[in-house]
């Protein structure tokens, strides 16, 4: 839409509805705001989560005028929480900024300050090929990324590896035959830590949801040498030159994990993510000095209040706050000034659709500083187009994400028919009205 058609002063907010794709890797969950001159603005809850934490906020931002995007978050965000939690709020909070930038006719970059580069470094995670249990097969994976064009690269390393492996783990006798039964999801992440079986298998809640130092798992020697017979088999391909950084290690118990990290040491890991759950501050202050391995969390912590222990703590050399739980692209932004003021690096997480994507980007172009930002979706031909961008470059090339020049998100359309082939079969209709959520109120103010 024209923007010249638009009065930002009078643009209020009148619906917000839904649509469930599944398959781009994850489970995604895009948004739109509908408001009263005809402008829509688009966001997206965090992936695998859950359209319920956006609806309740509802009744909450109707008939408010959406430019006033951080009157409007401080109004909803005790209603957000960690992970999944978060993803209403910030959900929200994206397609807030769409709107105003829109309205305005400028790049969400430029209202949040403007951008420091034009391009953003893309890691690219790697966990669908060279799942054959071999170093080498996973190397090769991860040399066709480069081949593509990547220059930073993340792949799985940890028990999932070592199930079937005798004389690995150690763990409480029985405790391992029943992660495989139950919660074998977590060991091969692909559809995200949360299934819809989790909710008819109790039993499988509550393996997920044991904590790293209550799963009583340990590592053994033989265990170790696995991992790291496989990590030199993948560098042996790939070579020494380029970034590699580990993800889902398992819930395994903080002595182990620091014995993992001095045997990788040598194979210039760029940092090692979530090896405990992100609230045990004290953990990571100790993890970290017992290891000279960047050690990375963050894509469960909700707001800078969050981050906040951990980095002015020294529990992290790398954040990878994900702008879908962590309160949107303004706290993104906070989140990353602090991080850069106190010597920490921020690798953006992302594992959603283009919406998500590019409200990453623009907050990634007006950081001061970033490492590089997630891909999760190599696998997935269709992703790119699940948006049709403003204006010709295109949302990825050679290794980079490309910052986009059109107004709110860059985003010219959703393309419809495409979303439509790939409706999540489990939550089915596209766009349908949400007005059973238009007067869902409490008395709202946390004091009294
Ligand atoms: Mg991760």
Redesign the pocket.
């Known amino acids: 839409m024209d923007n010249r058609t638009i009065d930002p002063s009078t643009l209020r907010i009148t619906d917000m509805r839904f649509c469930d794709i599944d398959g781009a890797p994850k489970r995604c969950t895009l948004l739109k705001l509908y408001t009263n001159q005809g402008l829509v603005g688009y966001g997206e809850v965090r992936d695998a989560s859950s359209k319920t934490y956006a609806l309740m906020l509802k009744s909450r931002i109707l008939g408010e005028n959406p430019c006033d995007v951080d009157r409007i978050f401080h109004k909803i965000k005790q209603f957000g929480g960690p992970s999944r939690q978060g993803g209403g709020v910030s959900g929200i909070e994206i397609a807030l900024w769409d709107l105003a930038g829109k309205a305005w006719g400028v790049p969400v970059w430029q209202l949040l300050g403007g951008k420091y580069r034009d391009r953003i470094r893309v890691y690219c ?1 790697t966990d669908v090929d060279g799942k054959d249990n071999s170093g080498h097969a996973m190397g090769l994976a991860l040399k066709r990324r480069m081949e593509m064009g990547f220059t930073f690269l ?1 792949m799985d390393l940890g028990i999932g590896l070592l199930m079937d492996v005798p004389g690995a783990l150690c763990a409480p006798l029985g405790f391992l035959d029943e992660m495989k039964q139950y919660a074998s999801h977590i060991l091969n ?1 692909q559809g995200g830590s949360v299934t819809p079986d989790m909710v008819k298998h109790q039993r499988s809640y509550q393996i997920v949801t044991t904590s790293h130092p209550n799963t009583g798992i340990q590592i053994t020697e033989k265990g170790l040498d696995y991992l790291e017979d496989y990590l030199k088999e993948v560098r042996e391909v790939i070579g020494y030159e380029i970034p590699l950084a580990v ?2 290690f398992g819930h395994v118990q903080l002595e182990s994990c620091i014995r993992f990290c001095r045997r990788m040491e040598k194979y210039n890991l760029a940092w090692v ?2 090896l405990t759950p992100w609230m045990y501050t004290e953990q990571y202050q100790r993890l970290r000095c017992a290891t000279a391995i960047p050690v990375c969390t963050g ?1 469960d912590i909700y707001l800078k209040e969050g981050f906040e222990p951990l980095i002015k703590g020294g529990g992290v050399s790398v954040i ?1 706050p994900d702008i879908l739980t962590c309160g949107g692209a303004l706290e993104l932004k906070k989140i990353a000034d602090m991080a850069d003021e106190n010597g920490v690096a921020v690798a953006v ?1 992302m ?1 959603e659709s283009p919406v998500g994507c590019l409200a990453a980007i623009h907050t990634a172009a007006a950081m001061h500083n970033v490492l590089a930002a997630e891909y999760h979706s190599v696998e997935v031909p269709w992703w790119k187009d699940m948006v049709h961008l403003v204006g010709e470059k295109p949302i990825m090339e050679n290794g980079y994400y490309n910052v986009p020049d059109g107004p709110g998100l860059g985003i010219e359309s959703l393309n419809e028919e495409l979303l439509a082939e790939h409706i999540n079969p489990n939550i089915p209709g596209m766009w349908e009205p949400t007005d059973e959520w238009n007067r869902e109120f409490s008395n709202d103010r946390i004091w009294s």
């Open positions: 995670d993340k992440v993800d889902h993510e979530d894509e990878h997480h594992a």
